[in-house]
């Protein structure tokens, strides 16, 4: 029997791997979406407590942020994973329910890598509020502007500015971090493409794609990024 070529193992036909492909990194970008998302709210939330917190919010954020950032994402969507799995476990028992009930493997990685880009993220904001002029901040509150209005025109712009590129690196890990999730049994790019490895015993081919996916992903990720970057700096004089 001959071997099948490349372009046969990735093609869309009734033998090739395409679609599967192709579906799984749809899969991927939908867990990093997740993640990310649910980090940015954490980082704002995070940067917050530590520039205008008081001592206690001050101190659980600087923690978080240190043991987060200090501990393997791999290990912390294990955490989740099996620990949400033994919770649901436990609280099935209650009602009579015997077994292991596994945690979903799409929340869990959502949440853990939600987790850990929030960490990096709360210093994303942290740093893009700290490089906002205080003059700017001044001259809206020699103006009268509410502290609402001053958020609304002032800091979140101005912030959300500084804070894009710092952003767009915490969505290059995010989406490489996404191939962990499938340790979870997720069918993600990674999953998929050690399936279609095993199963034809042409794993060259099947991570060759894969990291050619991957590096699609990564391109248009990063000229979205740029295009994002260019117009939030519109009008701001370079030295």
Not at 56 to 81: E, H, M, W
Not at 89 to 110: D, N, R, T, Y
Not at 197 to 208: D, K, N
């Amino acid at each position: 029997m001959n071997q099948p070529s490349f372009l046969e193992i990735i093609s869309f036909g009734p033998d090739g791997w395409g679609q599967a492909l192709v579906t799984a990194a749809g899969m991927t970008i939908m867990i990093a979406v997740a993640g990310y998302v649910l980090g940015i709210l954490i980082g704002i939330s995070g940067a917050w407590a530590k520039i205008a917190g008081g001592r206690f919010s001050k101190n659980l954020s600087n923690a978080y942020t240190t043991i987060i950032r200090g501990i393997p994402d791999l290990l912390v969507i294990y955490l989740f994973y099996f620990g949400g799995s033994a919770a649901i476990s436990a609280v099935s028992k209650w009602f009579g329910e015997g077994g292991f009930i596994s945690f979903p493997g799409f929340l869990a990685g959502a949440i853990a890598i939600g987790i850990t880009s929030g960490a990096q993220q709360t210093e994303v904001f942290r740093g893009a509020f700290s490089a906002v002029h205080r003059g700017e901040l001044e001259a809206a509150t020699a103006c009268g502007m509410s502290q609402s209005l001053k958020f609304k025109r002032i800091i979140m712009p101005l912030t959300l500015r500084h804070a894009i590129p710092g952003l767009g690196n915490v969505w290059q890990v995010v989406l490489k971090e996404s191939a962990l999730v499938s340790v979870t049994g997720v069918v993600e790019l990674m999953r998929q493409t050690q399936i279609g490895a095993g199963s034809t015993g042409l794993p060259f081919y099947f991570f060759m794609t894969a990291a050619l996916i991957y590096l699609a992903i990564s391109t248009i990720s990063g000229l979205t990024l740029q295009l994002t970057e260019r117009h939030s700096n519109r009008g701001v004089r370079r030295a």
